[in-house]
């Protein structure tokens, strides 16, 4: 898995007019936008979207970040449930169940996945504990064709989520502790899409989608079905005594056609400009400039919900999400060994250098040791070379299993400074020690591993260092052994 405290998130929207991109990064108890870019199409044609991706992941490195991508909302199917449990074992047996029940198509042409809103008594007479579940559907054939767009880009996203989901994840996290009703109206080319919040909850139930083309995004029709959808929210009985009371307006044609202006002066509701980054930390480069940013509230949104993990809606292919989730692990586990090798390898370059330099280096040393565990270029270099090995030879018995317990049995002044496996299985181990015991004490534990078998010393013998006027006593050895596997094959 990616480190959630050091990871990158790149969050790309698609839109219809343009690629939005946020890169966020954690930062003490909040996000920074290290990066937000926008590039608006020529002729928005497949190819251009290809060239535009492939520009920004040369720029910007996408290729090594999680990236997290959309769909609009009204390419997905979206259902809210309460169901009577609040343990997510229950939850996803009930789901299970309930998810043919609530979706009339057939469910092996979609993507499907559901997100848990609360987990309380709201809305239960009796006081049970509730959930309130958000269930999202999109035909399977959708998600692959946004897939394909960024694998034509060389990119690899890790979710795909819903353009409204993302505004609304970039919204709670400007407006913290937000405990009124109110719309957020995200107003791109060729759509509008109407959100309602309330008490920091998406209820996309009463929200919708406008289609506007031409004329239309001049404010009459887009304002015409706001106020339908608000009188209907208004006129339900469970929002009766939380009218909507803020209007927030965002999005990449908001600013054109005076929204903010007409809204407030013709719906007599206060009027926002929604601006993505309000509490975000911004980098010096980050934002484009301050009208602009509302360009930037799905993108925003979907670089926070990188950071949910698994708790965030992704409608992506379940096979593809389990191939993500293996191929990180076994990066991790594999970086996690080459860092421990590259450790022991270090501790042999030390050993050798303190018998030859005054204290004053070997404090110049230590700095160099810090700074090589820092570098991930040799640890991608060991990466490339265990991958190898693990190829060659694996299970319990494989090269790196072997290496791994030699760098963990290095004791006192012991160190190995050469490794060979031979394709018999043979294996040469060279190295030091302070003294013929602890040779002696390490011939017997590779005996006792379990790993090796038939362990011979081929030829110790001692040697003697002058270090500011002391002499020094170590031995050099030169062990043959056999894999245990090989010996009884």
């Known amino acids: 898995m990616f480190d959630m405290q050091r990871k990158i998130v790149s969050g790309i929207d698609i839109g219809a007019s343009g690629i939005r991109?946020?890169?966020t990064v954690k930062s003490g108890g909040g996000y920074n936008a290290i990066n937000a870019v926008n590039r608006d199409y020529k002729n928005s044609g497949a190819a251009e979207i290809t060239e535009i991706l492939k520009e920004l992941t040369a720029?910007?490195?996408?290729?090594?970040t999680f990236v997290v991508a959309s769909i609009p909302r009204h390419h997905a199917i979206v259902k809210y449930l309460t169901l009577p449990s609040v343990e997510k074992n229950e939850i996803r047996n009930m789901m299970e169940y309930e998810i043919p029940?609530?979706?009339?198509?057939?469910?092996?042409?979609?993507?499907v996945d559901y997100e848990v809103i609360t987990r309380s008594g709201y809305g239960s007479p009796e006081g049970r504990n509730v959930s309130e579940i958000m269930l999202a559907a999109a035909k399977t054939e959708a998600i692959e064709k946004q897939i394909g767009i960024f694998k034509a880009a060389g990119l690899a996203p890790e979710i795909i989520s819903i353009n409204s989901s993302a505004t609304f994840c970039g919204f709670i996290q400007n407006y913290p502790g937000f405990n009124e009703s109110a719309v957020i109206m995200n107003v791109s080319s060729g759509e509008a899409d109407i959100l309602f919040v309330n008490e920091e909850r998406l209820l996309?139930?009463?929200?919708k989608s406008v289609s506007v083309s031409g004329a239309d995004t001049k404010t009459e029709k887009v304002l015409s079905e706001l106020k339908q959808a608000i009188d209907?929210?208004?006129?339900?009985?469970?929002?009766a005594s939380f009218p909507v009371k803020k209007i927030f307006i965002c999005g990449r044609?908001?600013?054109?056609?005076?929204y903010l202006g007409y809204a407030g002066s013709n719906l007599k509701i206060e009027v926002e400009a929604y601006n993505p980054f309000k509490e975000?930390?911004?980098a010096d480069n980050a934002v484009v400039n301050g009208k602009n940013n509302s360009y930037f509230a799905v993108a925003l949104g979907l670089s926070l919900i990188g950071f949910q993990g698994g708790n965030a809606i992704n409608l992506m292919p379940r096979k593809m999400i389990e191939q993500n989730l293996a191929a990180r692990r076994k990066k991790k586990i594999i970086v996690s060994a080459a860092a421990a090798v590259l450790a022991a390898l270090i501790g042999t370059t030390v050993f050798m250098k303190t018998a030859r330099r005054d204290a004053l280096e070997l404090r110049k040393v230590n700095s160099e040791i810090e700074k090589i565990r820092s570098q991930t270029v040799e640890i991608e270099a060991i990466y490339d070379k265990i991958e190898m090995l693990i190829g060659y030879s694996g299970g319990n018995y494989s090269p790196l299993e072997a290496l791994k317990y030699l760098a963990g049995n290095l004791k006192g002044r012991l160190s190995f400074t050469n490794f060979v496996f031979e394709k018999g299985k043979s294996v040469t181990v060279k190295g030091s020690a302070g003294s013929y015991t602890e040779v002696m004490e390490f011939l017997a534990s590779l005996e006792k591993s379990g790993y090796f078998s038939q362990v011979t010393d081929k030829g110790s013998k001692?040697?003697?260092v002058e270090d500011m006027g002391e002499k020094r006593n170590f031995v050099e050895f030169n062990i043959e052994c056999l894999f245990a596997s090989a010996a009884n094959d």
Do not use: M, W
């Not at 996309?204 to 929200?207: A, H, M, T, V």
């Not at 209907?232 to 929002?239: D, K, L, M, V």
């Open 253 to 258: 044609n908001a600013a054109g056609a005076d």
């Open 204 to 207: 996309l139930k009463y929200s």
């Open 280 to 282: 975000i930390k911004t």
């Open 462 to 464: 001692q040697e003697t």
């Open 59 to 64: 720029r910007y490195s996408l290729h090594k």
């Open 101 to 111: 029940r609530q979706i009339t198509l057939p469910i092996e042409k979609l993507c």
């Open 21 to 23: 991109l946020v890169q």
């Open 232 to 239: 209907i929210f208004n006129s339900h009985t469970r929002f």
